[in-house]
């Protein structure tokens, strides 16, 4: 028998969208409505194996029902942009599930369904509606079943026949009759005024339909319910009018061609992958992800027992490798060499024992092309060699030519540039649990096209960077950037092993107090990890209003305990043991099994070719990250500690770095004033916003100054804004207004930035980093909204980043030129971390400061805040 599923689009994807906390993938682009409709999408097809399915979606404001009432939806509150955006991603899932979707001139998703529900049903077709709008139970018949949706995405309610008759005690048509009394606030369907549902039930019951009770008035009892009715009795016909579903759009597709197939193909895979819907993907099995292996050409080489002069000449790429990115645990397997005199392979016991060939690394004059300088002089420097006269970074000039690129791995960058193509190092090494060497012919051949095409393509890239106008960000910022990080990861931080075990100590204690304390306010012990115990105990036992559901239950997500706080004291200690638990579970316990032993030192490693605007990130541990909110977060920071007896750590943070880059970039007069007088921002832009003295400025009105402060360079909206501050979507927009109002140059800035944007098809930082931005055309609403937003923000924060780079390289600069013993260790933010010895902390504060402020010229000064203490925490 044919099963179809009807979906109503509009519906479902709104559900979804006020289910999850907003999600957006690595571009920035909102995902959140996509994901939950796509899960609930999914469900469908998992538990009713449909033979055909259709999405039907509203096509513009203005339906036929306009005609009959102008009012027909009005009030509804504008979609959240962050919504809106979403709906063009969502049909392109839908066009790579290959399930039909329609959308038809002056009817609503409901019409559309409603007609085909009723073509399906006189051809005996199983008919199956998906919605969350109570209006399409009047279609509901024998072979036609309405599943309504409930809180959150993963659970409905089905109607039949016999369940509208339980529940209302009328049939399903009659669904219209009660519309046309109570009326529809969510559709603005006026209905009798003072008729509410139960009063419309009662009525409907003894006379079946609106028109039987309205000629019936005389006979009902109540004087006041006699009078509405009878002056209202043509906006109740109205309403039942506007009600009820059209079931004749004009859809000519036959039913047969809402076939639906397997949904397992090669389109679904690559949109998930794009939305980064890992849990999703995992539906699909190993021999589904639709890979290929083409052979790969071999290269003649030499492998080099003796290294002699001969080989080592100038200029030469040089690979050195490592199994994977784990670089400071690993050691290295081998170098490859290509210069002019030919191909060559040295393992690293020939190399490690070749005086001359460690004598060439370190030698400044001859100038060596690689890939990664970074990790290159951090392997080497482990090894006591410093690697000097590194002219070419491959990684570093393919990040800066376009950093929108997911990867910049060698064989990525082969295959865009279409030069001696290099097999992935998971294909040659593998990865995980198959993670190996591989036989040394196998390995230098990988290494030796490594080094090829790291030659062949050094004057290609150089070639681009020129035209740009990106040498100098690349030689004078990157290249030199790319030491000073290596001589950081090589220093490492000392982190004081026994003090962050006492603080492990101490949050387990308080840990254990607050446990106690949830149990005794629940009036029972259960696992307060457990979503299903702590679901049962705050809906079911306290009576809390559940917020959403999920699958196994109740959801007790972050999100959710956030919206019951103030309602039971249990929910801020439940909310504080899960802070606390991750702190002590990700920080605490996960800092103390990177230290090494020995030198009591952690190694970050600094990602400087990942993010898309510019900024560092670091890894493996990621210091970027620790929480410093709750003060127990920023407390972590105490463990970090000078390297030797009597140094102290200083740490030197820019104030306030991006909104005087928006100062500079958009020039505006009054964020000039404020940086110029050394006002607080956000006090200024609380007396501009709402015009009163700095004196009449409140907290709340700075909090909402400084929300407007960060969000409106990102393209907040009213809806971000409101969730931001807890204020409704008018308030946030007003505040919007005002502050552009204020700020008039910042509104031209973003205007403008987006228009130029549109012609150039790129964004630039002051020192000419570039994004590019192809979805600024883009048909699709959401990556070109997602567009617009990232062209405000990047000149902005990849200015902010160029800033700190360059002060980092002026710094290494300034120290080695004054022979400082001090070290720079860490770069987190706008923030520098260094350690030094008694007799250089005040000097090198100074120096820190002065070259800190001058990394660059803007029309408003750089403000940067140092202190010195004994560990990082005191430095602050």
Known sequence: MNKLILIDGNSIAYRAFFALPLLNNDKGVYTNAVYGFTTMLLKMIED???????????????????????????????????????????????????????????????????????????????VKVYTGDRDLLQLVSDNITVALTKKG??????????????????????????????????????????????????????????????????????????????????????????????????????????????????????????????????????????????????????????????????????????????????????????????????????????????????????????????????????????????????????????????????????????????????????????????????????????????????????????????????????????????????????????????????????????EEKIHSLAGESFNINSPKQLGQILFEKLELPPVKKTKTGYSTSADVLEKLAGKHDIIEHILLYRQLGKLNSTYIEGLLKVIREGSSKIHTRFNQALTQTGRLSSIDPNLQNIPIRLEEGRKIRKAFVASQDHWKIIAADYSQIELRVLAHISGDEGLIEAFEKDMDVHTKTAMDVFHVSQEEVTSQMRRSAKAVNFGIVYGISDYGLSQNLGITRKEAAEFIERYFKSYPKVKAYMDDVVEEAREKGYVETLLKRRRYLPELTSRNFNLRSFAERTAMNTPIQGTAADIIKKAMVDMGKEMEKGSFKSKMLLQVHDELIFEAPEDEKESLMKLIKQVMESALDLKVPLKVEAEIGDSWYDAK
């Open 48 to 126: 009713d194996q449909p033979t055909h399915m259709l999405v039907a979606f509203d096509k513009g404001k203005t339906t036929f029902r306009h005609k009959t009432f102008s009012e027909y939806k009005g009030g509804r509150q504008k979609t959240p942009p962050e919504l809106s955006e979403q709906f063009s991603l969502l049909r392109e899932v839908l066009d790579a599930f290959q399930i039909k979707r329609f959308e038809v001139d002056e009817y609503e998703a409901d019409d559309i369904i409603g007609t085909l529900a009723k073509k399906a049903g006189k051809k005996d077709w199983q």
């Open 153 to 514: 995405i993963s659970q409905v309610e089905e109607y039949t026949p016999e369940t509208i008759t339980e529940k209302y005690g009328f049939e399903p048509i009659r669904i219209i009759d009660m519309k046309g009394l109570m009326g529809d606030s969510s559709d603005n369907i006026p209905g009798v005024p003072g008729v509410g549902e139960k009063t419309a039930l009662k009525l409907l019951k003894e006379y079946e339909t609106i028109e039987n009770v309205l000629d019936s008035i005389d006979s009902i009892s109540g004087k006041k319910l006699k009078e509405r009715l009878t002056e209202n009795k043509e906006q109740a016909l109205m309403s039942k009018e506007l009600a009820t579903i059209f079931l004749d759009v004009p859809v000519s597709t036959p039913l047969e061609e809402l076939s639906f197939g397997n949904y397992k193909n090669e389109q679904v895979v690559s949109i998930f992958k794009e939305l980064e819907f890992q849990s999703l993907l995992e539906r699909f099995s190993p021999d589904e992800e639709f890979s290929s292996n083409e052979e790969l050409e071999e290269l003649s080489y030499q492998e080099l027992t003796e290294v002699t002069a001969e080989q080592l000449v100038s200029p030469s790429s040089l690979i050195v490798e490592v199994l994977d990115e784990h670089y400071h645990d690993r050691e290295i397997i081998g170098f490859s060499l290509v210069n002019q005199t030919g191909r060559y392979f040295i393992s690293p016991e020939n190399a490690i024992r070749s005086d001359e060939f460690k004598k060439w690394l370190n030698d400044e004059s001859q100038k060596k092309w690689v890939f990664d300088a970074k990790r290159a002089v951090v392997l080497l420097g482990k090894q006591g060699v410093d690697l000097k006269g590194i002219e070419f970074d491959l990684l570093m000039a393919s990040y800066l030519l376009d950093p929108s690129h997911s990867s910049h791995d060698m064989d990525d960058i082969t295959k865009r540039k279409n030069v001696g193509k290099v097999q992935a190092d998971d294909v040659v090494y593998g990865k995980g649990a198959k993670l190996k060497q591989p036989e040394k012919d196998i390995l230098a051949q990988h290494l030796v096209k490594k080094a090829q095409a790291t030659f062949d393509l050094k004057e290609m890239l150089e070639k681009e960077l020129k035209e740009n106008e990106q040498e100098q960000l690349f030689f004078d910022l990157e290249m030199p950037l790319s030491i000073v990080l290596a001589k950081m990861e090589i220093t490492g931080v000392k982190v004081d092993k026994e003090q962050l075990e006492k603080m492990g100590e101490d949050l387990e204690e308080r840990l254990l107090a607050l």
